[in-house]
């Protein structure tokens, strides 16, 4: 019989799977482009890697592989602060892939940043579908000024590709199969 008992936060990693879940989503680019978002403020180079990123500079495949993996390790160490609760893999797979696509600050803290998430409030609580749901939130890029700037709204034309990335990664944290 399977265990499925909650692995503690302290022994979980991303898994080969999550990575490679988060290398799909981000895609390669080799020479460094403006942030879809935040244009040129955000340069963006390899598999989504920002921090420190000029734009001009260049990342081969190897090299990004490996930026992408030391990435995701420096997301889990701010997720493993503010979401300190024992997990199944496939619901730590997810949280780092919202991580490392929103930043931990958006997953650990509510908007005004005053106070825990909703996904940080549903672990507290016990409620890991509730937890799970909350990726769902997350359905925006950049602000909202009427309903059609969410990307999960039906006429928004410009995120649609986010809103999908959000539901496979809600999908990936309760358990359920995801396809890219």
């Known amino acids: 019989m399977e ?9 979980l ?10 290398a799909q989503r981000e895609g390669y680019q080799e020479t460094a482009y403006p942030d879809p978002v935040h244009g040129t403020k955000v340069p963006t180079v390899g ?3 920002t ?16 930026r992408l993996r030391a990435d995701a390790a420096e997301y889990e160490l701010g997720l493993k602060r503010c979401l300190p ?4 893999q496939h619901e730590w797979d997810a949280f780092v892939g919202l991580g490392y696509n929103v930043g931990v600050t958006s997953v650990c803290k509510n908007n005004d940043r005053t106070g825990p ?4 409030r549903e672990l507290a609580a016990g409620n890991y579908k509730g937890a799970c749901n909350a990726i769902l939130l997350y359905d925006r890029a950049g602000p909202v000024n009427k309903p ?17 990335d959000r539901q496979a ?12």
């Open 51 to 66: 921090q420190g990123v000029k734009m001009g500079d260049t990342l081969p495949p190897v090299r990004a592989l490996i």
């Open 85 to 88: 609760y024992p997990m199944y």
């Open 169 to 180: 990664l809600q999908k990936m944290c309760l358990g359920e199969a995801v396809t890219p």
């Open 47 to 49: 598999f989504g890697t």
């Open 3 to 11: 265990d499925k008992s909650r692995i503690a936060i302290a022994a």
């Open 117 to 120: 998430s909703t996904i940080a």
């Open 13 to 22: 990693a991303l898994s080969a799977s999550g990575l490679v879940y988060i």
């Open 148 to 164: 059609q700037d969410r990307c999960s709204h039906p006429d928004n034309r410009t995120c649609p590709g986010i809103w999908k």
